[in-house]
Nanobody, 122 residues
Framework: QVQLAESGGGLVQAGGSLRLSCAAS????????MGWYRQFPGKQRELIAQ???????NYIDSVKGRFTLSRDNAKNTVSLQMNSLKPEDTAVYYC????????????????WGPGTQVTVSS
């Protein structure tokens, strides 16, 4: 089993910054990808940024240039630096990881963090 522990989040004024961090622990043979989703009330979760083990981060258009994703492969951590935050960024943010958690197995399991609230006031 694998656990994802999130930290960061909270309340910030528009234009401010927050940093979300996530650490994976447990039985990990390899991490295929790590990233962050967010969920608005009444909406499905959307992928906002992800780094795969092939390198390079992908972002949705609404956060490009404002959010930066970084990953420490040795520590199985991923961080999301969020700058120039807007009220429309207010959501619950979830860490996500696709992890191979069994030996001699090429398939991965998708794991989720518990979620952290980000609120941006105008």
């Amino acid at each position: 089993q694998v656990q994802l522990a999130e930290s960061g989040g909270g309340l910030v004024q528009a234009g401010g910054s927050l940093r979300l961090s996530c650490a994976a622990s447990g039985t990990i043979f390899s991490v295929i990808a790590m990233g962050w989703y967010r969920q608005f009330p009444g909406k499905q979760r959307e992928l906002i940024a992800q780094i795969t083990n092939r390198g390079g981060a992908n972002y949705i258009d609404s956060v490009k240039g404002r959010f930066t994703l970084s990953r420490d492969n040795a520590k199985n951590t991923v961080s999301l630096q969020m700058n120039s935050l807007k009220p429309e960024d207010t959501a619950v943010y979830y860490c996500n990881a696709n992890i191979v958690d069994r030996a001699y197995d090429d398939t991965y399991t998708q794991y989720w963090g518990p979620g952290t609230q980000v609120t941006v006031s105008s």
